[in-house]
């Protein structure tokens, strides 16, 4: 049976999705490499290899991502096409979280908010908040150059050290915020801060941002449900951090299971998808 594959490429990290051609999934793989081609040409290779596949079988490639546009219109003799990127993370946030609406947002190197139903896909704003603001700022502060090593270190944080709390400024609520609610990333910054405590204070802030954008996003047009996809989505912590958000504002996060592979499935489905409406 014909393969269709997905393909995400990032700035140093591809990700592929395999489905057949009747909508049956194949398999999933993530390939890092110092530069989009070398990571895309070796995440195709390394994908039908792993799965005892021939290139012969490969009917249809649909890239996506920042790297998308270095291609032609084939790898390795195989047709490619691309796809908007808006349309592909709105079309694997739906198919991941099996919802047939939402609020979905890629949190990338920035992140992007795409909202996604029955009336279509279309991108509603971003913020250069993101897994680079993470990057670069743990950097500088702690001194810790790649994502594992960060999550690690966030992990061991302790966030009271480093932001101030309703709870530090009032003796009571104020209005419908509890004392444990934050009136100030990196408020507070104790004498005795330490390494671990900004890795983590670093990710709160982050997370808070995109969760407050997240909130006024759906109070826009009354959308519960929002899907969070992308690799800041696999952070540990997120869920935590995000479920504080929820509990405020009412609104619903999700992080579906293979979150970092929504832009790549949504890359392969769209194909899958527009072929089965030519029926």
Do not use: C, H, W
């Given at each position: 049976?014909?393969?269709?594959?997905?393909?995400?490429?990032?700035g140093s990290t591809t990700k592929i999705v395999g489905y057949y051609e009747d909508g049956k999934l194949i398999g999933r793989l993530k390939v890092e490499a110092a530069d989009p081609l070398t990571s895309a040409y070796g995440a195709l290779g390394k994908f039908v290899n792993e799965n005892k596949l021939s290139l012969s079988q490969v009917?249809?490639?649909?890239?996506?991502?920042v790297g998308a546009s270095l291609f032609k219109d084939e790898i390795?003799?195989?047709?490619?096409?691309?796809?908007?990127?808006?349309?592909?993370?709105?079309?694997?946030?739906?198919?991941?979280?099996?919802?047939?609406?939402?609020?979905?947002?890629?949190?990338?190197?920035?992140?992007?908010?795409?909202?996604?139903?029955k009336k279509g896909i279309r991108h509603i704003g971003g913020s250069g908040v993101g897994g680079g603001s993470v990057l670069g700022l743990c950097g500088r502060l702690c001194n810790a150059r790649s994502f594992d090593s960060i999550v690690e270190m966030a992990h061991k944080g302790n966030l009271n050290k480093v932001d101030l709390n309703i709870s530090d400024i009032s003796?009571?609520?104020?209005?419908?915020?509890?004392?444990?609610?934050?009136?100030?990333?990196?408020?507070?910054?104790?004498?005795?801060?330490?390494?671990?405590?900004?890795?983590?204070?670093?990710?709160?802030?982050?997370?808070q941002t995109i969760g407050m954008l997240a909130v006024f996003a759906c109070r826009n047009d009354q959308v519960?449900?929002?899907i969070l996809t992308g690799t800041l989505s696999t952070v540990p912590c997120a869920k935590t951090l995000f479920k504080q958000v929820e509990r405020l504002y009412k609104i619903k996060f999700i992080i579906p299971q293979h979150s970092i592979y929504a832009t790549a499935t949504g890359a392969a489905l769209s194909y899958i998808y527009k072929k089965d409406k030519k029926k």
């Open positions: 049976m014909n393969v269709i594959i997905g393909i995400d490429v990032g009917k249809q490639i649909v890239l996506t991502g390795y003799g195989i047709p490619a096409r691309q796809v908007d990127e808006f349309q592909a993370i709105g079309l694997g946030g739906l198919a991941l979280s099996k919802k047939k609406e939402g609020l979905i947002i890629s949190m990338g190197t920035g992140t992007a908010f795409v909202r996604a139903d003796a009571g609520d104020i209005s419908t915020l509890s004392p444990e609610v934050t009136a100030s990333n990196f408020g507070k910054m104790d004498d005795d801060v330490t390494p671990e405590d900004l890795a983590r204070g670093v990710l709160n802030m982050v997370f519960k449900d929002v």
